[in-house]
Each structure stands twice: as C-alpha cells, then as structure tokens.
C-alpha cells in the first residue's frame, strides 16, 4: 500500500494482487455469484466484472491495463448480441465471440484446477518422505606419541607396507586374460545362415532355429536384425499371427543370391 500526499490530502493507492489476471477475476466471480460455468449469462457476468472494478476504482486500488482491456472486450460482446447483425465489412477486425469468451474462461478453470492440484503435490514433495540427519560417530583418533621411533623401526614398518601391496597384486591377473573369450557375432553372418536354410526351404519358423535353448541371447538378437535385413531387401516376407506367437520367415519369388555388401556387420 503506498501513502500519497497531494495538496495536503492523505490518499492511499492499493494495487490489487489477489488475482492473477481478468481470466482470473471472471472466475472468481462465476464461483461467488454461484453460476453454473457451463450456463453463464455473459451479459449478466459483464454486468457484475464492470462492477467490481468501478467498486475498486472508488477505493483507489490501481487497476492493471489487462482488466480494462477485458472489460472492453466484454462490454463489445455485450453490445453485438443486443444490436442487430451488420454483414461484416473485409476491414473490420475479428471480434471475440461470446460462445470463444466463455470457452476461455473453461479452459483457465481447466488449467487452475491442475496447477492447484500440482502445487499440492509438490507441497507434499509428491508423496516422498525425507531420511532424517544421522549423527555419525567418529572413532576418537589414537594419537602417536613417537615413543620408541628410530630410523631402524621406520624401515621395519616401510618395509611391511611393500610385503602387504605386493600380497594384493593377482600375479596371474594376465592368465585370467587370456581365459576370457569374447564371442563375435555380426548380422552379416545370421543373414548368410538365414539365406542357406532358405535355399534347401521355402519357409522358417524363426523361434525353432533361433531360441535360448540352440543359442546365445546375442545370438538370437543378431539373427533377428539379420531376418529384418532380409525382409527391407524384399528377399523374404515375414509373418506373426498374434504377439508372441512363431514368427514365420517365406521366401520372395525374387529370392536369389543377396548382396551381403550394404549390410551392417
């Protein structure tokens, strides 16, 4: 609230921020005069907007230039619905309608409802509980006097460090490497496999050849992207009934040699 003095005259200016905007203010109104949004009465909704802002005009409260715009814009639906209808002229600008006002004001209530809900929740930090602070306890640190310390026990203890380092170290840590066998599969491979079963079949039930139980999960994988290579070359037709049914693979009456160059290993 700011304290103006004007020719020795006391007059306070309120600015209002009890709503966020003439959406906002349309709205409150709606909820006080207990209409229903769904069957508002612009003219009468008009009538009671103009009248709250002439009632804040008379006790100084400063009115943002966004409230008188909507009330401009009321008073012009206002007005078009009481005059007859004039053929619009190409010039003239849009106007909003009344059924476009009303729709606005549903849709912000729409958005408030949801914004109310989301600050709530995020009140609530959305359901999560915080863990309480732990004092964690220290053990006190023993001190080393240096009591008994020469050059003969220093080189004990140094000494003692390197044996424990070197007990740490698996002196057959490159052994175990070479135990380790990595196994190489490409796509490029699972089409050529794909292709040589087809030569002596016109058809393959995918999940026979290729499943856990003959192959590697990689494998299967690969042999997948393999059957998906095939099929966007047009060398074969792929076919599944219904989700997690057998997946049948048929060959093209094209197929023939395929170029396994553009493929991807």
Not at 149 to 161: E, F, G, R, V
């Amino acid at each position: 609230m700011q304290k103006i003095i004007n020719n020795n005259v006391e007059k306070y200016n309120l600015v209002i921020k009890n709503f966020e905007g003439p959406l906002d203010l349309l709205l409150f109104l709606i909820t006080k005069n207990k209409m229903n949004i769904f069957d508002i009465s612009l003219s009468e909704l008009t009538d009671k907007y103009i009248e709250y802002l002439n009632d804040m005009t008379e006790k100084n409260i400063d009115i943002a230039s966004s409230f008188i715009v909507m009330a401009s814009t009321l008073l012009d639906i206002k007005a078009r619905k009481l005059l007859p209808e004039i053929e619009p002229d190409d010039d003239e600008e849009e106007h909003i309608s009344e059924e476009e006002m009303i729709n606005r004001i549903i849709q912000y209530k729409k958005y408030k409802e949801i914004s109310d809900k989301i600050n709530d929740m995020y009140l609530k930090n959305f359901g999560s509980f915080s863990k309480t602070f732990e004092k964690i306890k220290y053990k006190e640190k023993v001190q080393y006097t240096g009591d008994n310390l020469d050059k003969q026990n220093i080189c004990d203890i140094y000494i003692s460090i390197l044996e424990k380092n070197a007990n740490k170290i698996n002196k057959k840590a490159k052994e175990i490497e070479k135990l380790a066998i990595y196994e190489r599969v490409t796509v490029k491979d699972k089409v050529k496999q794909i292709v040589n079963y087809l030569d002596s079949n016109n058809t393959m039930v995918f999940n026979n050849v290729f499943n856990v139980n003959n192959c590697s999960n990689i494998e299967v994988a690969t042999a997948f992207l393999g059957m998906l290579e095939l099929s966007k070359l047009k060398e074969v037709s792929v076919n599944q009934e219904y989700l997690f049914s057998d997946i049948n693979i048929k060959k093209a009456n094209q197929f023939g040699k395929v170029d396994l160059s553009n493929i991807v290993e």
